[in-house]
């Protein structure tokens, strides 16, 4: 090789190309492999467990604030408007209609909210008979006189098929 | 993943086939993050109550229906009626609520082997000092043993 320069043995420069080849031959290919088979193993398994547990049945929106009662026998939750009791408050579809106790007293509001839901369903189904279902969600501590009142007034607005929200038993 | 097969053939060629894992765990990503998304962890029902202003979810016409009041949360006064007539009357007492709904379990399957089976309705009467998740478990007790038509008296108002 031309240029080529025959290095004494000793010398710095000697030592500097010793120890650079030391460490190209040192220098071993490492190879990572991840293992597919765990991690594809892992995915099915968690595909088939949330496909167990998935339902298409509507859900309800539980308001916050609201400790619902718990029942073993609960069936499954169907479409309707969703009237809520909660710290005092009634809410209608999530909208505000006033306090629980004012409400009771003078239910105008209420009735009138109840019956426009009542109306706008009817027009969307001119052909349908109004089903007359509402879905109530009220925390379980309050007295049950004041959920035999609501009901009371909702049964008055046409509103017949009373749904209570309840936790099903072995949920948290 | 690779897998090497032997052809057989005189050249012996090692046929390597290979499946492509990364479309099949992009697959499986999108469907976890889709059912998570979606999961529904705290499981609701409903129990259905049926006011019978006006509907048909009344007594059924010469059946028996059970009137449960609650006098206390320890205490419930049931009785079993047909067309506005007492045909029997318990009160129940009990120290807790598991108490108190297996002893109104009790009682109502006492009156429905009475009324022999005819039991349509149960009609529960609301205290102030009973609270609402009690109303709600007695109900569930109700179901349970089969009496599942029920309706609650709109206390202060008309039903």
Not at chain 1, 106 to 115: F, G, N, S, V
Not at chain 1, 120 to 142: C, H, T, V
Not at chain 2, 139 to 153: A, F, S
Request: charged share 20%; net charge positive; with cysteine.
């Amino acid at each position: 090789m031309l240029g080529a320069i025959r290095l004494r043995p000793g010398s710095f420069h000697h030592h500097l190309v010793a120890r650079k080849h030391k460490r190209v031959q040192s220098k071993r290919t490492l190879l990572i492999a991840l293992s597919l088979t765990a991690m594809v193993d892992m995915f099915a398994v968690l595909v088939i467990f949330l496909l167990q547990s998935f339902s298409a049945s509507p859900e309800l929106i539980v308001t916050k604030g609201i400790e619902l009662p718990k029942a073993i026998s609960g069936g499954e939750i169907r479409e309707a408007p969703v009237l809520a009791l909660v710290n005092g408050e009634l809410f209608l579809d999530q909208e505000l209609i006033g306090a629980v106790g004012a409400t009771l007293r003078a239910p105008k509001e209420l009735m009138a909210r109840l019956k426009a839901v009542r109306e706008g369903w009817q027009k969307d189904y001119p052909e349908k008979e109004f089903p007359g279902e509402i879905n109530l969600q009220a925390d379980q501590s309050i007295p049950s006189t004041v959920i035999g009142q609501v009901m009371g007034i909702v049964s008055q607005a046409h509103y017949y098929s009373i749904q209570l929200a309840v936790l099903a038993k072995g949920s948290k | 993943m690779a897998a090497a097969m032997e052809t057989g053939s005189s050249s012996k060629r090692a046929l390597v086939a290979d499946i492509n894992l990364v479309p099949f765990i992009d697959l499986l990503s999108v469907c976890i993050c889709f059912l998570l998304i979606t999961a529904v962890w705290v499981q609701l029902g409903i129990l259905e109550v049926k006011q019978s202003q006006g509907t048909s979810a009344a007594v059924a016409e010469g059946g028996f229906e059970i009137g449960v009041r609650l006098v206390s949360p320890a205490a419930v006064q049931m009785e079993l009626r047909k067309n506005g007539r007492v045909w029997q009357r318990k009160k129940v007492v009990a120290s807790t609520l598991k108490e108190l709904q297996a002893a109104v379990a009790g009682v109502a399957q006492e009156f429905r082997a009475r009324a022999k089976n005819q039991v349509s309705a149960a009609l529960l009467t609301p205290n102030a000092s009973v609270d609402y998740g009690y109303l709600v478990a007695l109900m569930d007790t109700l179901r349970r043993n089969e009496i599942t038509n029920l309706g609650v008296v709109a206390v202060g108002g008309s039903r």
